[in-house]
Each structure stands twice: as C-alpha cells, then as structure tokens.
C-alpha cells in the first residue's frame, strides 16, 4: 500500500530564541494514497458548510469558528484510515549549538 504523507512544524523560532516558544513541535498526517480524493472532499464539505475559504489557521482560531474547527478535529479522530503522528520538544532542552553546529 502507498502512503502519502504531509509535514509541518510550529515553534521552530525557539531553535534560535528559547524565548519565543515553549515547545517545538514537527507533526505528520499520514493516509492511503488512495484515499487522498476522500480527505479532500470531506475537508472541502466541513469547509462550505461553515462558509470558509482558503486556508485554516490554527493559530487564529476564534470563537465565531469555534464550531468549524471542532467538526474538523472530530474528522481526524473519527476517519480510521488517517494517522496523526508528532513530535514534541521542550524549546529549553534543544540544544542547537551541540547537535547541529549552531544552526
């Protein structure tokens, strides 16, 4: 089975500003190639229904959205064949100078 899989990091300031984030986080969503059409279209209807366009924001999350991100999260738990996957680590322990030469 082919799977395909989307990267994404947040927080990746505190590499370089441990001030700037407490955590960094670099996370996966992975899914059956074939299934990709599926996510699409179901993301695509949650997305109409609450008459949004674009991109999701999760750091803007207000409360008149509160509803449309809900419904969003539930298709992730809810949908078996998508696996979530992410690494979390505290900005303070990261320790850029000794495992990459300070980059």
């Keep these: ?12 300031e505190a590499l ?11 996370g996966s969503l992975w899914l059956p190639a074939e299934s990709r059409e599926d996510l699409k279209t179901s993301i695509a209807a949650i997305k109409q229904k609450h008459n949004v366009k674009g991109e999701l ?5 207000s ?5 449309l991100y809900y419904e969003i999260i539930n298709y992730f738990f809810e949908t078996p064949y998508l696996r ?20």
């Design 84 to 103: 979530y996957r992410v690494i979390v680590i505290e900005s303070e322990k990261a320790d850029t100078l000794t495992f990459h030469n300070g980059m």
């Design 57 to 61: 924001k999760w750091n803007k999350i």
């Design 63 to 67: 409360p008149a959205y509160f509803d």
């Design 1 to 12: 089975m082919d799977f395909e899989v989307y990267c994404d990091e947040s927080g990746l």
């Design 16 to 26: 370089s500003n441990k001030k700037a984030h407490s955590y960094i986080a670099i």
